[in-house]
């Protein structure tokens, strides 16, 4: 149960990005043709677009950092004997993650207030938060695959 529910996992965050891709191009494209065509626009779409860039980003993120293929500086690391090297990953992972966790928490707390405000999207009519929630979420699952990635390699590396 619980590795199908990770490969289901896996593949609903590429096809949630895609999705999200997908969207922001028609929704663009559209806007196009209505201003260019016919002198209007769809009201809100750019406010939406917007957005749609907020879930690409840390839906891109978090599969890159999943797959550890997350944006990390490794020249010092390559001549770093084996136990340094893991302590310094090590120190990386805690940090990384602790900025992670701030980020959540401060992420959140402007989620919160969104919810607070009561403001919609004029295109679709959904409370502004629906589509901020993406913010502490990605930085939480992002947070999330740094650990686990971490404890990972720790585990190979004392395996072997």
């Known amino acids: 149960m619980g590795f199908s529910l990770l490969v289901w996992m896996k593949k609903m965050d590429a096809v949630l990005a895609v ?5 922001m191009i028609l929704i663009v494209l559209c806007q196009i043709v209505l201003r260019n065509m016919f002198n209007t626009g769809i009201e809100g779409a750019d406010f939406l677009v917007r957005h749609l860039v907020l879930w690409v980003v840390f839906l891109g993120a978090g599969i890159a950092t999943r797959q550890h293929m997350h944006i990390h500086i ?17 120190l990386v992972t805690v940090f990384s993650v602790a900025v992670l966790v701030i980020l ?3 992420s959140f707390t402007f989620v919160k207030m969104e919810f607070d405000s009561g403001i919609t999207l004029p295109l679709l009519e959904l409370p502004i938060w629906v589509v901020e929630i993406i913010i502490p979420v990605g930085y939480g699952v992002i947070a999330l ?9 720790i585990y190979h590396k004392n395996k072997s």
């Not at 695959?145 to 390699?153: A, L, P, Y």
């Open 19 to 23: 999705g999200c891709l997908s969207a």
């Open 74 to 90: 490794d020249l010092l690391p390559r001549w770093m004997p084996g136990k340094i090297k893991m302590v310094s990953e090590l």
């Open 104 to 106: 959540t928490y401060a």
């Open 145 to 153: 695959h740094f650990i686990v990635n971490g404890f990972i390699r």
